[in-house]
């Protein structure tokens, strides 16, 4: 669940911005979704010594179930000018990325110099510096991209393409493409204002964004008036204004409806799976919403996944796939996973070098017996001992079950803190079970990665029509968000956004959820996994944003008995 809001935080920092000599700029915007007011966006551009400096900043309030959350994030590009830019150097010189978000903070630097980069990434009190190869093919800094679009808009091209890094999506180039769609009018300062729209498409971002400049006068295709994005929560508009009315905006005030950010994106299910617990396998239809999409989610750990063989007509309908789920049949890992480094690695989120974490995974010496009654998650993966001493899968089962001891303060008031910071505030929801979990399987030398995707919950209040947070399931299988006892007349099926963790044991992927009384339940349904190594900032959870919102689910089987 919450590397989906991570998702979304991320694309809330991937707009603003695209030389001439760039003219300096000091621009505010009133962010709203659903037409309601929650926070600014505030963009710089300064010149100074050779270099240009551009910065995004952004604040914005909403809701993640009943509590009110604040988020801010700040994007800045360094580059040089035309004229200044050494010749074996690239244009840009750094990027930074700052992202706080429930009082915990995120930061990533990266650096260009010749033939490579380098990323630090900091989290919490943990920094962490990776060197990576620099993109060899032409790519444009920020500024310059900016330039770019201007040239094509002016000289009446109806769509312009060029290559550049986000660094909010980590220092990955990623291609842009933005396609002239028509001219409408926008208020501007109480005034009426040509303007023509834009659709932006970031490749491996699958979300619909669209852009709106000035189609006349002095900022014609220049200055940004107004970013356009949908939302499952709500279509989300950042629109020119001042200082004042934006930084109001961004002031909670009592009585003012903000949009809720968990319980909207969840998707409900048919029908409901009758002891999620105790059930080996359940097979599920999932449905894409839009046609024009592709539906891609990946055979992994427990997960099978299989295209739905249609005629007819109803071949032309919306993507779906048939996902299967069976604690029985574990994936094999390729030959390039197991080679993976990554998976083994510390980063600044998955820090498995911090002594902390080191010694908290050292003090499971010996198996401790798996939670709940039964083996769920366990199932289809060999012992493997060796030496003497536990085996892998024995450790694994019992590193689970430390994280979700350890873990006590089970919420949704920390924000993507790393495994070393949890670990010492033992606070956290999913996504900090997730990357726990991870670190300290890697702190025993057991490959680890942290998966994203749906879980199965139960919970419906009559009144609000609402869910609950998939953080807090408890040994009957509901998730209680208030504590209160449920109805069952009253319950609902539903699946929300979550993390887990896969370690890779005897050469399968074995999937493992901390936040659970057990292992792991056939209620997940994987959407992607990442090794969450620095390189990869947030661009390989992308894949999940054209996911929200979109989705329908439908329970076509669910077995209780044991394949043999």
């Known amino acids: 669940m919450r590397r989906s809001l991570l998702a979304v935080a991320a694309l809330l920092g991937a707009w603003g911005a695209r030389e001439e000599d760039w003219p300096d700029e000091d621009l505010w915007y009133t962010v ?54 050494p010749a074996s150097l690239p244009r840009a010189i750094e990027t930074s990325y700052v992202q706080e978000f429930a009082k915990q903070q995120i930061k990533m630097l990266c650096r260009f110099r010749e033939g490579e980069i380098e990323l630090t990434s900091h989290n919490g009190e943990q920094t962490h510096v990776t060197v990576a190869p620099l993109e060899t093919t032409e790519w444009a800094a920020r500024l310059q991209s900016r330039r770019q679009f201007k040239q094509g808009c002016l000289a ?202 080191q010694k908290l995974a050292a003090s499971v010496a010996s198996p401790r017996g798996a939670k709940g009654k039964r083996r769920a998650g366990a199932a289809g993966v060999g012992a493997g001992a060796g030496g003497g001493g536990p085996s892998d899968l024995e450790v694994a089962l019992a590193l689970r079950d430390l994280v979700y001891e350890h873990i006590e303060t089970k919420d949704l008031t920390t924000a993507f803190a790393s495994a070393s910071e949890v670990a010492r505030t033992k606070a ?73 963790t896969q370690a890779l044991v005897n050469g399968h992927w074995m999937d493992l959820d901390a936040t659970l009384h057990v292992p792991y339940n056939v209620g997940h349904i994987l959407v992607g996994t990442s090794s969450m190594a620095d390189v990869e900032g947030h661009y390989e959870h992308m894949g999940m944003a054209g996911l929200i919102g979109n989705l329908d689910m439908e329970l076509l089987y669910q077995r209780y008995e044991p394949s043999s």
């Open 156 to 357: 009446g091209a109806e769509a312009i393409k060029y290559r550049t890094v986000r660094p909010e999506l980590g220092p990955k180039v990623v291609d842009v493409t933005s396609m002239r769609v028509g001219r409408e009018s926008l208020l501007v300062d109480g005034v009426d204002t040509p303007v023509t729209v834009w659709d932006v498409a970031i490749a491996g971002v699958p979300v619909n964004m669209s852009e709106v400049y000035p189609d006349e006068g002095a900022h014609r295709c220049e200055r940004l008036y107004q970013m356009r994005m949908q939302m499952p929560f709500g279509d989300l508009r950042a629109t020119i204004s001042n200082r004042a009315e934006a930084e109001a905006a961004a002031v909670h005030v009592e009585g003012r409806v903000l949009p809720e950010l968990v319980y909207a994106m969840f998707v409900p299910l048919s029908k409901r799976i009758e002891s999620v617990n105790e059930a080996y396998e359940v097979r599920v239809r999932v449905t894409l919403r839009d046609a024009l999409q592709k539906l891609e989610l990946p055979t992994a750990g427990y997960q099978a996944v299989a295209p739905e063989a249609r005629a007819g007509a109803d071949d032309a309908g919306p993507p779906r796939v048939i996902v299967t789920v069976n604690v029985e049949a574990p994936s094999k890992a390729t030959a390039a996973e197991l080679a993976d480094a990554a998976f083994t690695s510390p980063s600044a989120m998955v820090d498995s070098s911090d002594t902390f974490l």
């Open 428 to 500: 956290g929801d999913c996504t900090e079970h997730a990357v726990l979990l991870a670190a300290l399987l890697r702190c025993r030398q057991i490959p680890a990665r942290v998966c994203h995707g749906l879980v199965y919950v139960e919970r419906y209040d009559e009144e609000t029509e609402r869910g609950g947070h998939a953080v807090a399931v408890t040994p009957d299988g509901h998730v209680h968000a208030d504590g209160a006892d449920i109805d069952e007349s009253a319950v609902r099926a539903q699946f929300g956004w979550h993390m887990w």
């Open 32 to 85: 709203r979704i659903a037409d309601a007011p929650v926070g600014s966006l505030h963009t710089t551009v300064s010149h100074d010594g050779g270099r240009y400096l551009s910065t995004e900043a952004m604040h914005v309030l909403v809701h993640r179930g009943d509590d009110l959350s604040e988020m801010q994030f700040q994007t800045d590009f360094i580059e040089y000018d035309e004229a200044s830019k």
